[in-house]
DNA sequence: CCTAATGGTTCGGTCACTGAACCGACGGTG
DNA sequence: CACCGTCGGTTCAGTGACCGAACCATTAGG
């Protein structure tokens, strides 16, 4: 957030929560990561952040646990930023968001949310109204809706119209397209 | 939040929901008046706020339709600002988040919130476990834990230590205490 | 008339965010 | 080798949101 961080007079778990991760743009790159999304690069195109920000943002939700930073190839060094546990549990809170935005202010149905295992969509608590249990992060299918632009400028965005699981890692192929 | 409020670039509803309630202190105003709070003065001393930002986010969650401003005297003329339906749906996310705060970062049990009908605590989702029902906001009894501060300073935070059902209206006694 | 309570508005200062430029390590190509 | 491109940043000037303190308007009560 904005100015002083921290909410000093709240005793409370929602304040305390909000401190780590209520900046601005925090919980974007939380959802992106859920998405797939691992790379500085692949954040910022999708995000359209400034570099700063999101260097700072990487590097806070790194010290807090959220994210970890992994080297994913040597040479040239590459590190690409993973979901820990702690950010997987995120997920519920982002779900409910998404939910409440998308009831209150979206008009068209961007995506859908699916049990992977039976192709039911999510209910509101995130469980599977079929098969009666809570839906594991990996496990939810993330489907594109009708209210999504069919293509999107950036390759992020056009690599996510694929039907896809979270947190499975995105790969999006480089920014050719001619026509 | 600060500067460019909005993330235009995000066909996404986390993105819509976070320009409306994303900025500092917006959430924590949602989760007082959820607590009971209504009253501009109730909000100030017990958030802390600058006064400038507690009347520009009061009139914006009004405008947004989260908050409704009631008349509730006519002489001397006092407002209050009651959640709306739409406030209200904000309960899942705040519980949420509140839920991934005191699991990851909080260390004492600081509230407790319980099925008013039959005491059981609430479980993950927000539903009671007993029941086996999702329980609607005005039936989820708040009960302060041990980790809270037995003795707070600001009036509101006192009158919040009594056991209480969310949404009920909070009537501080006046600031007067001796020893 | 004086004081207190409530619900603001105003204002100067600070600091987070913004966008653009720059940078360093490495790889590939000619 | 020179040159270019990519990736993952850092630096920096400018802007505007947030901060805290002071001020103000309305009404009531003594």
């Known amino acids: 957030m904005a100015l002083g961080k921290d909410y000093a007079t709240q005793e409370c778990s929602i304040a305390r ?43 806070t939700l790194t010290a807090e646990g959220i994210l970890e930073k992994r080297r994913y190839q040597q040479s040239p060094p590459r590190d690409e930023y993973v979901l820990t546990e702690r950010g ?15 009831e209150h202010f ?25 098969c009666g249990t809570v839906v594991p992060v990996e496990d939810v299918l993330m489907v594109p809706g009708p209210g999504l632009d069919p293509d999107p400028a950036d390759p992020v965005s056009r690599a996510l119209l694929r039907p896809r699981r979270l947190l499975e890692p995105l790969d999006p192929e480089p920014a050719e397209r001619i026509g």
Chains 1, 2 share one sequence.
Do not use: S
């Open 17 to 59: 929560a909000l401190e780590i991760i209520g900046e601005r743009w925090t919980l974007l790159v939380v959802r992106d990561a859920l998405y797939g999304v691992r790379r500085y690069n692949d954040f910022l195109v999708h995000l359209g952040i400034p570099r700063a920000v999101l260097a700072a943002r990487l590097q």
């Open 88 to 102: 997987i549990a995120l997920w519920p809170t982002l779900r409910a968001l998404g939910q409440w935005g998308r």
């Open 106 to 130: 979206t008009e068209a149905r961007l995506r859908y949310f699916r049990h992977a295992d039976c192709g039911t969509e999510l209910g509101p608590y995130g469980e599977c109204p079929a």
